[in-house]
């Protein structure tokens, strides 16, 4: 079942799992199961016009801060997608037992390097499919760019970490980008955490049992600011002792995608 409200899509499958995405930033705010137990962590301070802070944002064409010269140098930290009103498809993609499916459109803004967005949201009796095909629109430039799916999940990060990074290398943010190899087989976002796994498997474990699997998104950054979210507006407090960040994708560099192709990249959840 697929429902509208205000800016907000709500999809429902049959066996009881539910998801909402909002149209700014085609966010994915609501994972529920079946016993209306929510999987992602969403701030209760959310500001009117800035990006959603939870659930599953979308960073492209950059993460992070910007470069400081070149086409992308006035973005927004993230880039454009995540603070912009996305064109909800009504063109029936998928609604039966088998799975709810539900489709999203964005257009580079003007004077950027042109590109369409289309991100398909899909729903299973115990998976949730998100999946961003980014085409370059142009017939004769490059388009540069990095993508990542920034999923909160919600669980206290002293007790929910992530499997299957032991022997990874990866950049450690919080000290400048001091690179480093992970000897932990259970990895723990209980302090300031900003990792940022490169060349990852394509399948990770949580230990809440939540598995992720993604395609064509080789990095994986863990995230927790701890208690320096006290600095930001859109955080309600103590809010950063109820989820840890677990998001794939392309940012160790940038993607070059030739005029007329497109790429793929999704991440599947399993609960």
């Given at each position: 079942?697929?429902?509208?409200?205000?800016?907000?899509?709500?999809?429902?499958?049959s066996?009881?799992?539910?998801?909402?995405?909002?149209?700014?930033?085609?966010?994915?705010?609501?994972?529920?199961?079946?016993?209306?137990?929510?999987?992602?962590f969403?701030?209760?301070?959310?500001?009117?016009?800035k990006?959603i802070?939870?659930?599953?944002?979308?960073?492209?064409?950059?993460?992070?801060?910007?470069?400081?010269?070149?086409?992308?140098?006035d973005?927004?930290q993230h880039?454009?997608?995540?603070?912009?009103?996305?064109?909800?498809d009504?063109?029936?993609?998928m609604?039966?037992?088998?799975?709810?499916?539900v489709r999203?459109?964005?257009?580079?803004?003007?004077?950027?390097?042109p590109?369409?967005?289309?991100?398909?949201?899909?729903?299973?009796?115990?998976?949730?499919?998100?999946?961003?095909?980014?085409?370059?629109?142009?017939?004769?430039?490059?388009?540069?760019?990095q993508?990542?799916?920034?999923?909160?999940?919600?669980?206290n990060?002293?007790?929910v970490?992530?499997k299957?990074l032991?022997?990874?290398?990866?950049?450690d943010?919080?000290?400048g980008?001091?690179?480093?190899?992970?000897?932990?087989?259970?990895?723990?976002?209980?302090?300031?955490?900003?990792?940022v796994?490169?060349n990852?498997?394509?399948?990770?474990h949580?230990?809440?049992?939540?598995?992720?699997?993604?395609?064509?998104?080789?990095?994986t950054?863990?995230?927790?600011p701890?208690?320096?979210?006290?600095?930001?507006a859109?955080?309600?407090?103590?809010?950063?002792?109820e989820?840890?960040c677990?998001?794939?994708?392309?940012?160790?560099?940038?993607?070059?995608?030739?005029?007329?192709?497109?790429?793929?990249?999704?991440?599947?959840?399993?609960?």
């Open positions: 079942m697929i429902s509208k409200e205000n800016k907000e899509i709500k999809i429902v499958h066996s009881g799992n539910s998801v909402v995405i909002n149209k700014l930033g085609a966010t994915i705010t609501s994972f529920k199961d079946a016993h209306q137990k929510e999987h992602l969403l701030s209760n301070k959310l500001i009117p016009g990006a802070r939870g659930g599953i944002p979308i960073a492209f064409p950059v993460f992070g801060k910007p470069p400081t010269s070149g086409a992308y140098s973005l927004p880039g454009y997608a995540r603070i912009s009103e996305w064109t909800y009504e063109t029936p993609v609604d039966n037992d088998d799975g709810v499916s999203f459109i964005l257009d580079s803004p003007p004077k950027l390097p590109a369409r967005l289309v991100y398909t949201v899909t729903l299973t009796a115990h998976q949730l499919t998100s999946t961003l095909h980014v085409k370059n629109t142009s017939s004769t430039d490059v388009l540069p760019f993508a990542l799916l920034h999923t909160y999940y919600a669980g990060p002293n007790e970490g992530v299957g032991n022997g990874v290398r990866y950049s943010k919080t000290t980008g001091e690179t480093r190899i992970e000897s932990n087989d259970v990895v723990y976002a209980n302090k300031n955490t900003d990792s796994y490169m990852t498997t394509d399948e990770i949580l230990t809440n049992g939540i598995k992720i699997r993604k395609h064509n998104l080789p990095d950054v863990i995230w927790n701890s208690e320096g979210a006290k600095s930001m859109d955080m309600h407090e103590g809010g950063w002792n989820f840890i677990v998001e794939p994708g392309h940012v160790r560099d940038f993607y070059d995608l030739v005029p007329g192709k497109e790429w793929i990249g999704f991440q599947v959840i399993t609960i």
